[in-house]
């Protein structure tokens, strides 16, 4: 099918066409000539709205193999496109565990029959134990964009300096999440005068500045490519500023519910923001904002994280940690008020470059990769338009600003109702 997009602003910072308002003409899944779409071709049009390059997120939990009772590729990709996300770094905790070649290549079979692009990240210690390295060489060698034990943080020194040793061979990114599981072992919230008043146990955020302060020196050490993945304290984005400033190579991503949420919407218990990281403080979520405006803060992460009832819906304190995130990324961003430009910066360019992937610029003759949005639209997130296989997000309910229009990509365009 072919399509004329009229009255689009593109944003592509480096493209040909940036801030131009046109229409955009797709044949046969590549970028035309406008003035040569026929007469009867499909036509949409978006009244100044924006399109950018497809986005791109890292961090995002698939489910398959081995979790699809949570999350399966169709539903995946279903709630990324509805999100705006045409592509997907995804991590490692899988069942089995995604640490060695034919796992990586499973997951690239998977990205050729779907609608979205599927860039697989590798583990970087065997079963994300902690202990083993693993051969990162074979994975980088097969298509993995970057290595990291996702959601479970590294936690011995040694293995993370020769992690970070290892992929300078060949240019390669190691990401980790933060935290320091021995400070707080059995933590469920901030600690703060909230998790006080309720009752819960905190989490403090020392417990994730003193893994920031550790990799940051292993990194000056090593003069690899480092993420520090969904920080979430004040004190971690002056670490980070700091380590920018001397020169490190060193990135920092944060997850899209810590940019909307804090520590006092806990209040009532919602199960669905128990989260890792977790919410913390209004100092720290202001904190992170600005951090995000001035670049000390590179990515938004969408923190996907799907989950069964029988893991979310408990008292508190035995509720698994973890919210869906890719259908409402960009609305939370969009909370920072960032200029449109800086939008397309965030969500499809940065997330590339800290990848190595070649970013599929808006010019003609081009094939197209889009995603369409309005950050002034308002709109209420409901049960309805979860796409995912499971439920659970704190933002069913809410009133947003800031929509997904739809995307275009593998020659398919999906429209958001």
């Known amino acids: 099918m072919n399509y ?44 100044g709205a ?65 609608p979205v692009d599927i860039y697989p990240t590798g583990a970087i210690s065997m079963d994300c134990a902690g202990t083993d390295i693993t051969e990162m060489m074979d ?8 290595f990291t034990d996702g959601k479970q943080p590294v936690q011995h020194a040694g293995l993370m300096m020769r992690a970070l040793q290892y992929v300078r061979a ?8 933060p935290m320091d599981l021995a400070i707080a072992p059995h933590g469920e919230m901030h600690e703060g005068y909230t998790s006080t008043s309720l009752g819960l146990t905190g989490i403090p955020a020392l417990a994730e500045e003193l893994i920031v302060q550790r990799d940051l020196d292993l990194l000056a050490y090593t003069g690899s490519r480092l993420l520090l993945h969904t920080i979430s304290s004040a004190r971690s984005v002056e670490l ?47 904190a992170l904002l600005e951090a995000l405006l001035v670049g000390t803060i590179d990515l938004v992460s969408s923190n996907h994280t799907p989950l069964e009832e029988e893991a979310k819906k408990l008292e508190f304190p035995y509720a698994k940690s973890g919210a869906l995130g890719l259908e409402t990324t960009f609305s939370a961003l969009n909370t920072a008020r960032p200029a449109p430009e800086k939008l397309a910066e965030i969500l499809a360019i940065r997330p590339r470059k800290a990848l190595n992937l070649a970013v599929p610029h808006i010019e003609e003759g081009a094939a197209a990769n889009l995603t369409f949005f309005d950050p002034e639209r308002e709109w209420v997130y409901t049960g309805k338009d979860i796409r995912s296989k499971s439920r659970n997000s704190p933002f069913v309910g809410r009133t947003l600003q800031g929509k997904v229009l739809g995307t275009y990509h593998k020659g398919e365009l999906r429209k958001n109702p």
């Not at 593109?10 to 308002?21: C, E, K, N, S």
């Not at 994975?139 to 970057?146: D, E, R, Y």
């Not at 919407?265 to 209004?282: E, H, I, V, Y």
């Open 240 to 286: 980070i500023r700091q380590a920018k400033s001397r020169g490190l190579n060193a990135m920092a991503s944060v997850a899209a519910h810590n940019l909307y949420f804090t520590d006092e919407d806990l209040a009532g218990f919602d199960s669905n923001l128990k989260l890792a990281p977790p919410l913390r403080s209004a100092d720290d979520r202001k």
């Open 170 to 177: 060949f240019d390669g990114l190691i990401i980790n999440r």
């Open 4 to 47: 004329l997009i009229r009255n689009v602003t593109i944003l592509d910072p480096d493209g040909p066409w940036h801030l131009r308002q046109t229409n955009l003409y797709i044949r046969d899944g590549k970028i035309t000539d406008p003035g040569k779409a026929p007469g009867s071709v499909k036509e949409w049009d978006l009244n």
């Open 139 to 146: 994975m980088h060698a097969a298509g993995a964009v970057a």
């Open 50 to 114: 924006y399109c950018s390059p497809g986005w791109v997120d890292i961090g995002a939990h698939s489910g398959d193999p081995g979790f699809e009772h949570r999350e399966d590729f169709s539903t995946l990709a279903d709630a990324a496109l509805a999100g705006g996300f045409t592509g997907l770094a995804c991590f490692p905790n899988t069942a089995p565990v995604t640490h060695s070649k034919p796992g990586i290549l499973y997951m690239l079979r998977q990205s050729d029959r779907l």
